[in-house]
């Protein structure tokens, strides 16, 4: 990979390597779009079974951060890191060593949890940085996101109601809820409470039979695609929706948790085709994010709600211009995005009196 090339095609603006070889650390951070604020997104762990692995997955990550902050109306930039490495040999001076990179980066980038780390690894951070959010309450932070992310989800689906059937009564539609983990089953918790028939499945029995006490149907993880449910949920890995499941699709809505949902834009292009409505991933699950995000001003769990319900508003807007410019969800979504950066950006070119100030004085000091 000719590095700068490719940051030139996707449009990154800094990629560090961070190595100490004491305590094993090897890290690579990358930075996409400041344009909106500092960068925010988590820090993967992962054994990458090479270098260039590495690179490609935290440049892709980092530029979705970038959209995902950026629709979500954040004033927050994107960016993302990995730690290369087996998460059983992670250790305190390993995420220490990062803190301590990350503070040497004076705030352009802000660090979370994501896959393979965890609060206690934030707090190691926070020991050297205040660059880290995602940290335990007892310092300031939001603990586990996951609740917030499914509430998102549930003002998604509603927006989807909203657009499919006029109305966003959670309880009159059947949903098929694929992963019953963190997220989803909070999700089914809501749907339940609702009084919703919902369909679930997963890998783990055990998360099973917890969601069928709540009244849902178990599913075996094969025929999930198949029911014959309105909204589809999927809250497990990412690619579910795919060439060989969408033609199985009964559903009329697809709208859940997972990322990177669509294997590929054709699948997007497809659900688009068999008027099947899709809120696009990135922006219904921006709950997690935006819970951490107030963070950053004083965590405030109130607010962090308030935010997580304007996802409903957000999703209804990706709608309205999916309509407007006659594209798929996916498309509309991210245009929103490219069109907020643009038109921020814009807005910094009008010169704030510091910078006045700052010419002035340089003048006056004969400079
Ligand atoms: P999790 O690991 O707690 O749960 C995932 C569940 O999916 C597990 O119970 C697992 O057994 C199940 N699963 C895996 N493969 C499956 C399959 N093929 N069929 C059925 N079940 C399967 O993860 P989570 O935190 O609940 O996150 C779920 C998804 O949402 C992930 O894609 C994640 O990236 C995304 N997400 C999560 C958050 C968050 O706040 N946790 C935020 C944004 C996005």
């Known amino acids: 990979m000719e590095l700068f090339a490719t940051l030139d095609t996707m449009g990154h603006e800094e990629v560090v390597f961070c190595h100490h070889r004491e305590s094993g650390l090897k ?17 993967r762990m992962w054994p990458y079974t090479n270098e ?15 959209y995902k902050n950026a629709v979500s109306g954040l004033n927050l930039g994107g960016g993302k890191s990995v730690i290369i490495g087996d ?26 949890e994501d896959v393979n780390t965890n609060v206690q690894d934030m707090d ?8 880290v959010t995602g940290v335990h309450p007892v310092h300031g932070g939001s603990g586990d996101p996951s609740p917030f992310t499914a ?3 549930i003002q998604g689906i ?7 059937y006029g109305h966003t009564d959670l309880g009159k539609p059947s949903y098929a809820v694929q992963g019953l983990g963190h997220v989803g089953s909070h999700v089914v918790k809501h749907l339940r409470d609702a009084g919703a028939k919902v369909f679930v499945t997963d890998m783990n029995k055990e998360r099973i039979e917890q969601c069928v006490a709540l009244g849902a149907e178990a599913v075996g993880m094969d025929d999930v695609y198949k029911v014959n449910a309105k909204v589809y949920v999927p809250c497990a890995l990412g690619a579910s929706v795919n060439e060989q499941t969408i033609p ?8 859940g948790a997972a990322n990177n949902q669509l294997a590929t834009d054709a699948c997007g292009d497809e659900l688009h085709r068999k008027g099947i409505l899709y809120a696009p991933d990135y922006v219904i699950n921006a709950g997690g994010v935006m819970n951490v995000s107030i963070e950053l001003q004083g965590y405030d769990r109130e607010r962090a ?8 508003d957000i999703i209804g807007n990706v709608f309205r211009v999916a309509d407007r410019d006659r594209i798929p969800t996916y498309k509309a979504a991210d245009r929103i995005a490219e069109e907020r950066i643009a038109a921020i950006g814009r807005t910094r070119l009008l010169r704030s009196p510091q910078v006045y100030e700052r010419l002035y004085n340089g003048r006056r000091n004969g400079h």
């Open 124 to 131: 190691h951070i926070f020991q050297e940085t205040d660059f």
């Open 305 to 312: 709600k308030r935010m997580v319900t304007g996802i409903y």
């Open 158 to 164: 509603k927006a989807c109601l909203n657009k499919k």
């Open 248 to 255: 199985q699709f009964r559903f009329e809505i697809v709208a």
């Open 87 to 112: 998460p059983a040999q992670k250790s305190e001076a390993m995420f220490r060593a990062f803190g301590r990179f990350l503070q040497s980066l004076g705030g352009r980038y802000i660090t979370a």
């Open 52 to 66: 260039q692995e590495a690179l490609t997955d935290v440049l892709r990550l980092a530029k979705g951060m970038t």
């Open 27 to 43: 890290a690579i951070v990358a930075i996409h779009n400041t344009t909106l604020g500092p960068a925010l997104g988590g820090l």
């Open 151 to 153: 509430f998102g989800v």
